[in-house]
């Protein structure tokens, strides 16, 4: 193996929580200093330029309720390595990001319901510098047996 790749992380090793489980400081260490804060769905097109950095990011602290583990939503993923935050995986119901049913690309040639809210929908990835492109993308997206909708108290360990 070449000296400057990382090695892998064993899916195994991360611990997979629900955003509501994690705290805002370890949201804020994954996300760095990127300015989007998951709201590039959420917010229409015509409004982006008119809602700041800080807009962005305090709606993502309300819409993930970090650090309110008996919050009864929340929307996405957080996953740790040893206690670290090194993972977001951003998921909801499809109709949780308004911006997405007026985006022609994923909808030409299907005829489902738009607003059908069982569908849901993954929409941002973010690894946390140090840590990219050693599958804690993967990890995220594996599908698992619950969700953080269903209420379960989690950490889900990713499982194959």
């Known amino acids: 193996m070449r000296q400057d ?7 195994e090793q991360l611990v997979i929580v629900p955003a509501n489980q994690a705290s805002w400081d370890d949201l804020q260490a994954i996300f760095g200093t990127t ?40 929307s996405g993923l957080v996953a740790y390595l040893d206690g670290e935050p090194v ?7 499809r109709t949780a ?12 040639g299907r005829q489902e319901d738009q607003a059908d809210d069982s569908v849901w929908a993954v929409t941002c990835f973010v690894t946390r510098r140090g840590f990219r492109g050693r599958g804690v ?9 619950t969700s953080p909708a269903d209420g379960e108290p989690g950490p889900w360990r990713h499982t194959r």
Not at 5 to 11: F, K, M
């Open 87 to 93: 993972g977001w995986c951003a998921v909801e119901p």
């Open 35 to 74: 300015d989007c804060h998951c709201q590039r769905y959420k917010i229409f097109t015509y409004r982006w330029g008119s809602v700041s950095d800080a807009e962005r990011a305090a709606r993502l602290r309300e819409q993930t309720g970090c650090g309110t583990p008996g919050a009864r939503s929340t």
């Open 137 to 145: 993308t993967y990890a995220l997206a594996t599908p698992r047996s």
């Open 97 to 108: 990001y308004p911006q997405l049913t007026r985006t022609r690309v994923p909808w030409t």
């Open 5 to 11: 790749i990382p090695e892998p992380i064993p899916a």
